[in-house]
């Protein structure tokens, strides 16, 4: 694209979909690998549906979950494909935003933020209540 080039609402469009297909395989496909890890280390093991184990504080962190991920735990691979999950449709409404800031258009910069700002106090709130 040269700098005289204009984004299209077509080009955004382009983008916006390879944004969430991207975001739905990729996370689907860490949960898959996860999933295989776990059934790896874990399928053999007896289940007790007799009393409640809450997920482990190391599942419910971010930090936490990406430092599990790298380190090859089970768990923490499928939450952090869980968590590509839940960015996808934040990543898109942020590059909606720019692509709206490109096309000079004030109103739907406006209220795609909101949209995003929406988004993102419902995730910190919810991170909190879970804390």
């Not at 295989?36 to 009393?51: M, Q, W």
């Not at 960015?87 to 933020?113: H, K, M």
Request: glycine share 10%; proline share 2%; net charge positive.
């Amino acid at each position: 694209m040269t700098a005289e080039a204009k984004i299209t609402d077509r080009g955004i469009e382009r983008i916006v979909s390879v944004i969430l297909r991207s975001g739905v395989l990729l996370s689907g496909t860490v949960v898959f690998l996860g999933g295989v890890f776990f059934l790896a280390k874990h399928g053999g093991e007896r289940v007790d549906y007799h009393s409640f184990h809450p997920q482990p504080v190391s599942d419910r962190l971010v930090h936490e979950i990406i430092a599990g991920a790298f380190s090859r735990r089970a768990r923490s691979i499928i939450q952090l494909g869980v968590l590509l999950l839940l960015a996808t449709p934040i990543a898109r409404v942020a590059f909606s935003i720019v692509g709206f800031a490109l096309e000079r258009d004030r109103l739907y910069v406006v209220i795609t933020s909101l949209v995003l700002a929406i988004l993102l106090c419902s995730l910190i709130a919810g991170a909190a209540g879970a804390a």
